[in-house]
Each structure stands twice: as C-alpha cells, then as structure tokens.
C-alpha cells in the first residue's frame, strides 16, 4: 500500500531541511540548531513528550561521555608520550617508516578514542617526531588525519555514529511494519572486520602512493624543520629580530602609557613581558601601564629597536639581565597553537578574548591559509582551523590547551601529569573494554565503569573529568537523535524509501547500497557525520525492508559512509586541525581524498556485504 504525504512528513522534511541548511551555513550554532529542533518536534507531538530529551539519557550518549573521559585519563596518564617514544625507535628516524608507524598508530588508538579528540593528541605527538627527524610535517599530519578516520569504525567505542547506530536500530524496531523481523543491535566488535580492512587500505594507501600524492610544493614554510625554531617563525611569519630590555627612563614619552598606546607607535617591537619594581610578568595586558624604571621585554630586529629606544629614551640591553629567567628556553618561548572546531574563541577577535589577561599568553600572529595575519592582530577575528603563533610560558600554554579551546601543535616541554598511574589508566581501560565485550552490559554502563575507575583511582579528577567532555558534541548528538526517531515514527523515513524506489525501479540491491553510501558521505561533507547518520539510517533501513534487504548491512553501510570524509578539509574537524600546521591547501585534499573516497566506498560495500552474506 503506496503512503501518501502527511502533515508530519510535511514538519519532519522541513526540520530535516533546516538542519542540514544551518549546518551547512553555520548561521546559527550547531549546538543551538540542535536544541531548537529538539524543542520543536517537542512542541508538535512528532514524538511523545515523554520521548523528547531520552537522547540526553540514551546509550550512545553516556558512552560517548564515558569514553572522552577514558581519553583523557589515557592522555594525562602519559600514554601518548609513551607512544611517541615508541614511534621514534621504531622508525629509527628513516621517513617512509617513520610515516607507517604513526598511521599504525594512529589507526591503533582511533578504534578507542574519539577521532577529534585523538588529532588533538597526535599532533603535538607527530610535531615533536618531525622535530627530531627533519622529516616536513606536511609529511606527517594528513596521513595521519586520514588514517584515523579510515580506522575509526574498527569498534562501536571510538565513532560517534556507530554509538548512535544502535539507538537509531531500536527506533526502528518500534515502527517495522507487521511481520518484519526485528533487527539485531550491533555488538561491540560486530563491525571489527570491515574496520581492520579499512584501516590497513588506510594505511597501504599511503605507503605505496603518499609519495606521490601529498604536497610536493617546497615553499618556505615546509623547508624550514617544524622544530619550531627562531628560524621557522621567521621563514614562516616574517617574525624576525631578538630579545631585549628597554629601560624606561624618567624622560620617556612612554611613562604612563599603557602596554595597547605603546603598541600603536610607529615600528614599535612586540612586547613580550615586563618587569615593575619586583614584580615580572610574561605577556602584559594592553591596559598595564608604563611607569619610570619599568624593564620591557621586547622583540623585534636591532636596528628596529636601537630606533626606537632612541626614539623613546629608553635604554636598550640585549643581555636579559632583569626579565632572564622569564625567557629562558626551557620556560618560555613561541608556540604555534590551532584553533579547533568547537573551541569558544571562534568567531571572537584576539583583543575580545584578552588571552594576555587571563593566561599570559601573547598573540604574534594568525596563518589563515596562505595568509599570514600579523598587522593589528588585536582585531583579527578567529575561525576553526587557524594556525596562532603564540609566546607565553610553557606552563601557562599547558594550563589553557586544558580548556581545550586551542590545541596545541609545538612539541614544548611538557611534564607528565600523573605518570604512576599509568597502569590504573590501560587496566581501568581494558576492564571496561572486557565488560563490554564479555558481558551483556550496554556499552554506556561498560564505559562508564572504566571512567569511574580512573576518576576513584585518581587518574583524573572530577573538574578534568568535566573539562574532557565536549558537551557541543554531546547536546548535537543527543538532540539530533529524536530527529531520527520523528522520521521512524511518523512514517517520513518509509515515505522516501518508496519515493527513492519509485525512481530506481528495479535496481539491484548493490545499486541501492551504493546511492546511500553516496549521499551520506556527500551529506558528511558539509554537515557532522552524527547528523549525516541520524537522516539517513531510518531511510537506509526502510529501503532494506521494502526491497527485501538485509536492514543491518544497509543501516551499517550508511554509518560506516559517514566517516568518508577526505575531500574538503572542513568534512571533518580532524582535517581542520591539521590543514595549518601542516600548511594544506583544499587542492591536497582532493588530490589525496579523491582516490581514497573511492576505494574506502568500494571496500565498504564488498566488505559489508560478505559479512552479511
């Protein structure tokens, strides 16, 4: 019996078109389009009002939550210094092993930890290699983005929409129609073997072509080693000069001045600290003032600042006699920083967020592309997937990459936090990986017991726990989910599985597999995978239903197409992260991507099908 077109199709499509529209134009936050959607299906009955928030309580999202906690504990624990460690006797600094070696990695780990969360660690690990190696980290970062996707759907514990799947499944079952038989939840190493074959295509991809395909333009910014030196700040960002003291004298026209006026003058140098009577202090507010006898730490080329302390009447000393221990190398120095999608500071101006103020940190310059941002940086307003250049205290850039609005991409010096929990980090984390696979707890509960055993063993604590969780994430995840319920039940999901049938006809079911492969992962292009997942899985199922298919495969054809995600570097926030540091340009992308989009397609379609076979 043919469905007709219901006012509640008529609300869903609508909500679905809105969705995709606003995440697309980024108009308004995705966290905030989620919530409004939400609260609309709420408002119109599209599901019980009891139903509207279960996302929040639902499985998927507490496991979520559980495993960025376990992340977390794994990192402060120091599993990732231990990783570097080992990567570098491995490759024994030769630069085709040294690249396997963090693809394998990095594959490893991407089948337990989330793939933004695991960028924003491997990338300080990959910097410091290519720091001891020579080896460009152009090199090294896309590969290793890439990778990590590949690999990510090798469990249900790392990839947010094989979590949601299961959600999405038992949804479905409610609305099958009568005689169809109940499709079976996914357990936590069902999709394991089309995972491993994606992840080793990852990384045999880019042994035997990444020479071939990634960047071979030399511009000045890759010749220099990303050892982060005087010399590749300079080559990079045109920050040129030493450091020095200017004494402000009684005579000087500086004196009340605050930091911000001083910054103004003509060919004024970058101050980077000051020193009042006693008290010294790195990265000086724009609102600190000036007084007679206070000792400026500058930075900018000689005869820039023999000009301008003549200028001034300050006296200049290139020996660091006052503000020395500030900037010795082992406390303080330049740092380049990236701006992640879902840090705070987007779409706010460096002079808005007063990082000086609030973490001692100074902001040099910002790389956008192939611009580098360097004149009136105060008013330069931040965009995910900025490179910043930063001088601070080593500590002081520790404490704020904790807030996680910034990763941090300089290999600094950087203490374990807890090293001697190390073990309660990996035992907690195996335990809970056990739980889930030997018992017949839902994930969430299993997760959550790892979390648990970390926070009461003192691997982290509550506040770190707090602070490890990406609730932008969590409140899109959990509110999109009730999106995917209204399409199941008000009959929207089956309505355009008889539309897309009307137009296929009688095509085979490989045919049909391979157009829901490809709209999700062009919808996963510009919009987040978990969203990508939530509109198409109901279509998916309902089209393996009427056609006589098999609802798991073609349900876990759609979620694995979500992270097929290589042709723009904004599909994905862990190509974002790595496009400056890496100083991609979107021609990479599709050079790279292209050929794998099509072979990751193809290998998940062969191998989902022989496992459903």
Not at 193 to 199: I, K
Request: with cysteine.
């Amino acid at each position: 019996m043919a469905l007709s077109l219901t006012p509640e199709m008529i609300l869903v499509l609508g909500l679905v078109g809105f969705t995709m529209l606003m995440l697309v134009l980024e108009w308004i936050r995705a966290d905030m389009v989620a919530l409004l959607v939400v609260v609309v299906i709420g408002l119109t009955g599209l599901i019980p009002s009891e139903r509207v928030f279960n996302g929040f309580a639902g499985n998927a999202v507490i496991a979520i939550i559980a495993i960025m906690i376990m992340g977390e504990g794994l990192d402060r624990a120091g599993v990732l210094n231990l990783t570097a460690n080992f990567v570098m006797r491995m490759a024994r600094g030769a630069e085709s092993r040294l690249g396997v070696v963090i693809n394998l990695v990095a594959s490893l780990f991407s089948a337990v930890i989330p793939s933004q969360a695991l960028a924003a660690l491997m990338i300080p690990v990959s910097s410091r290699l290519a720091a001891r190696t020579g080896v460009p980290l152009s090199k090294l970062l896309l590969p290793m983005a890439f990778c990590i996707l590949t690999a990510t759907n090798t469990t249900l514990i790392a990839n947010s929409p094989l979590i949601v799947l299961n959600d999405l499944i038992a949804s479905a079952n409610v609305n099958l129609p009568p005689g169809a038989h109940t499709i079976p939840k996914f357990g936590l190493f069902s999709v394991t073997p089309v995972g491993l074959t994606l992840a080793l295509l990852g990384v045999g991809y880019f042994y035997f072509f990444g020479r071939k395909l990634l960047p071979g333009h030399e511009d000045e910014r890759l010749k220099v080693t990303p050892g982060r030196t005087e010399s590749y700040f300079a080559e990079t960002y045109g920050i040129v000069g030493e450091t020095a003291e200017l004494t402000v004298t009684a005579e000087s026209p500086l004196v009340g001045m605050s930091i911000g006026e001083v910054e103004q003058l003509y060919e004024a140098p970058l101050i980077l600290a000051i020193k009042s009577g006693n008290d010294a202090r790195m990265a000086p507010p724009a609102d600190h003032v000036i007084w007679v006898g206070s000792v400026l730490g500058v930075l900018g080329p000689r005869e820039q600042l023999n000009q301008f302390a003549n200028n001034q009447l300050c006296r200049l000393s290139t020996r660091m006699r006052q503000l020395g221990e500030l900037f010795n190398p082992t406390r303080a120095g330049i740092s380049e920083v990236v701006i992640p999608p879902v840090s705070r500071f987007i779409k706010h101006t460096v002079g808005e967020l007063r990082l000086r103020k609030r973490f001692g940190i100074s902001v040099l310059a910002v790389n956008r592309g192939d611009q580098v941002l360097r004149d009136d940086v105060r008013s330069v307003s931040l965009r995910a997937g900025d490179t910043v250049v930063l001088h601070s205290n080593w500590r002081d850039l520790s404490l704020a990459a904790e807030e996680r609005d910034l990763v941090v991409v300089t290999d600094i010096p950087k203490e374990q936090q807890r090293p001697g929990k190390i073990w309660q980090a990996v035992g907690f984390f195996l335990l809970a990986k056990c739980l889930a696979l030997f018992t017949n707890l839902d994930l969430s509960v299993a997760m959550m017991t790892g979390a648990i055993g970390m926070l009461l063993s003192g691997v982290l604590n509550m506040d770190e726990a707090y602070k490890a969780i990406n609730w932008k994430t969590i409140f899109v995840t959990a509110c999109l989910i009730p999106l995917g319920w209204s399409m199941d039940a008000t009959g929207t999901a089956a309505w355009i599985a008889q539309v897309v049938l009307d137009h296929l006809g009688s095509a085979s079911p490989w045919l049909l597999q391979l157009c829901l492969a490809i709209l999700t992962l062009l919808f996963s292009q510009v919009m987040s995978n978990v969203g990508a997942t939530v509109m198409m899985v109901p279509i998916a199922i309902s089209v393996a239903v009427a056609t006589g298919g098999n609802p798991s495969a073609y349900a876990l054809i759609v979620a694995v197409s979500s992270s097929n995600t290589f042709l723009l570097s904004s599909g994905h926030p862990a190509l974002m992260m790595v496009t400056g540091p890496g100083g991609y340009k979107g021609k990479d992308f599709l050079r790279v991507g292209l050929p794998l989009t099509f072979l990751v397609l193809v290998v998940t379609l062969l191998a989902i099908n022989l496992l459903f076979h």
